[in-house]
């Protein structure tokens, strides 16, 4: 895929907000979904449009979405498609891939779709940037065939958290619930809990153990925290070679070196926490799945790249969810998503994605620095199907508040008991439908309302080459909805501050002087020092 030129005028796009379709849609969704007698209902919608079905459901690579279930109509699909024509927002996406320094408070560019980018090991490309991800993605995966014919690996440890973890432990545990796994094991240890850590660690040997300690920026304090409690135990059980049994994944290498790192697979700048891994911070994911796997992976990843830049808006998956999202949030007013994997092996899909959606565009000003006037990021949140159903679908079906759901199946199983995937299967598109059809009840709480909405994402199973579609699926859905509000998805300055009151409160922990903290945090700190 050629990169475009970044087009002119990217910076100076108009947000949803303030585009000409705005008042329009807002208008639309009071008339048509206000709740009024004549209100939009889905079981009148697809008895009145017999080609509902097809017509609000999407093919791009590895995926079939079903749309037809929500709250939406011809009209507001069509103003939803020419607000992001008025945003421009393939001039956005366009700059993103052209490698424009569309990060504007960190003044760089977004890069993690190059590293996906199968055309970069063979073309000569004139900026020095690519050439050295080409370089170093050979590395991550010469390092990886390296440990996987090393029998003397037996277990890989990846220490890190956010990006720099739920990605990685996310895709590890899809591929090896799916088969597509072999190699030594491998873990993931992520909190500043020390009990995750100290679980782990009886089940290994110094001599046998790899250490991946992934940190873009090498300063987050429970993957420091860690990778020292893991260098001490490995010194204190006899281990030698610091060097060989830890690498660094990280785009610091200086402070890998300072923290006596010798070993440090690096990438660029441009490479975000929750997009990196694509980067080498997807080494244990390369390690696991093999060469052949992780660039399966990228491949279904890049698929979907393609798909996203070269399909008009109409029909462009990434877009038309975005979309939807926006709808959702500011003009029916939801103020969350539902997400429920009905895929034991992308259980964590959830937890994914609120980072990938909270953290990318949950904020306040745009990237002017000018408030916004609507609503930004819904909240995530999910668990894998069926179990959700015998936890929180009660609410989905008969609570007070509407939560849209995005079910997310695959047609093939990996395993062989094909009673349970057509149970599997059936039990995911009864929720469905039972929330759209809703009944008429005998008893006041027998009585389900219906007409609640859905979505669902059909893989045709869980492939490596699958699962980097849908990743690389909700990565540009992410974006998309980012720029429509007028955001940078790619910073994150709302973490900082409760990291450096963390660092004060620890110091009045240790030294119990707490003078400088609220009388409530205080007496907190106090309590805990007396316990
Ligand atoms: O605190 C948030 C965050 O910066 C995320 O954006 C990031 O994925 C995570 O911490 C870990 O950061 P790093 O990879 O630099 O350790």
Not at 453 to 465: E, G, I, W
Not at 518 to 527: E, H, K, N
Request: aromatic share 8%; charged share 20%.
């Amino acid at each position: 895929m050629k990169a475009p030129m970044a087009p002119a005028g990217w910076q100076t796009r108009p947000r949803a907000d303030e585009a000409p379709s705005w008042p329009a849609l807002a208008t639309h969704a009071v008339r048509a979904f206000g709740g009024g007698a004549d209100s939009f209902d889905l079981r009148r919608a697809f008895a009145d449009q017999g080609d509902r079905a097809a017509k609000f459901s999407f093919e791009a690579p590895q995926l079939w979405a079903d749309l037809s279930k929500n709250l939406i109509d011809d009209t507001a699909q069509r103003l939803l498609t020419q607000l992001a024509e008025e945003c421009g927002l393939a001039a956005h996406r366009d700059a993103l891939f052209a490698g424009a320094p569309i990060n504007v408070s960190e003044d760089r560019a977004v890069s993690h779709v190059e590293w996906r980018n199968p055309a970069l090991a063979l073309e000569q490309s004139a900026q020095p940037a690519i050439q050295s991800i080409a370089q170093w993605r050979a590395t991550m995966l010469m390092l990886a065939d390296a440990v996987r014919a090393d029998a003397a690996v037996t277990d890989v440890v990846n220490i890190g958290i956010g990006g720099s973890d739920l990605g990685p432990r996310m895709v590890v545990q899809a591929l090896h619930a799916a088969g597509a796994t072999s190699g030594p094991r491998v873990h993931f240890v992520a909190n500043m809990d020390g009990h995750e850590l100290a679980a782990l660690l009886p089940r290994l040997q110094p001599a046998h153990t790899l250490f991946l300690v992934a940190s873009k920026s090498f300063g987050t304090a429970e993957t420091m925290r860690n990778a020292l409690s893991a260098r001490d135990w490995f010194l204190a059980n006899g281990g030698q070679d610091v060097a060989r049994h830890f690498v660094a994944l990280s785009a610091n290498a200086a402070a890998a070196r300072d923290f006596g790192i010798e070993h440090c697979l690096t990438f660029d700048e441009g490479v975000g926490g929750r997009y990196s891994l694509w980067s080498p911070v997807g080494l244990s994911i390369a390690i696991a799945a093999g060469r052949q796997g992780f660039e399966e992976l990228l491949a279904g990843a890049h698929a979907m790249d393609q798909h996203f830049v070269q399909t008009p808006l109409a029909r462009n998956l990434p877009v038309q969810l975005a979309l939807l999202d926006l709808w959702y949030r500011n003009h029916l007013h939801f103020a969350s998503r539902c997400v429920v994997p009905y895929v034991h092996g992308l259980r964590a899909l959830p937890a994914y994605l609120q980072q990938l959606e909270m953290e990318s565009n949950g904020k306040r000003v745009d990237l002017q620095g000018r408030a916004l006037r609507v609503a930004s990021a819904a909240s995530t949140w999910g668990q894998v199907g069926s179990n959700g159903q015998h936890a929180f679908f009660q609410a989905l079906h008969q609570g007070s508040d509407v939560v849209p759901v995005e079910f997310v199946l695959t047609a093939q199983a990996a395993h062989d008991l094909p009673e349970h995937h057509r149970k599997l299967l059936a039990n995911a598109l009864a929720q469905a439908r039972a929330l759209m059809m809703g009944q008429e009840g005998d008893a006041p709480e027998r009585h389900f309302p219906g007409n609640r909405p859905s979505t669902v994402l059909l893989l045709p199973d869980q492939s490596p080459r699958s699962i980097g579609a849908l990743l690389a699926l909700y990565e540009h859905r992410t974006f998309a909805l980012g720029s429509l509000w007028g955001l940078n998805s790619f910073d994150q300055w709302g973490v900082e501050l409760g990291k450096r009151h963390a660092g004060e409160i620890e110091a009045a922990l240790a030294d119990g002087n707490p003078e400088a903290l609220d009388a409530s945090t205080a007496a907190l700190v106090g309590r805990l020092r007396g316990a």
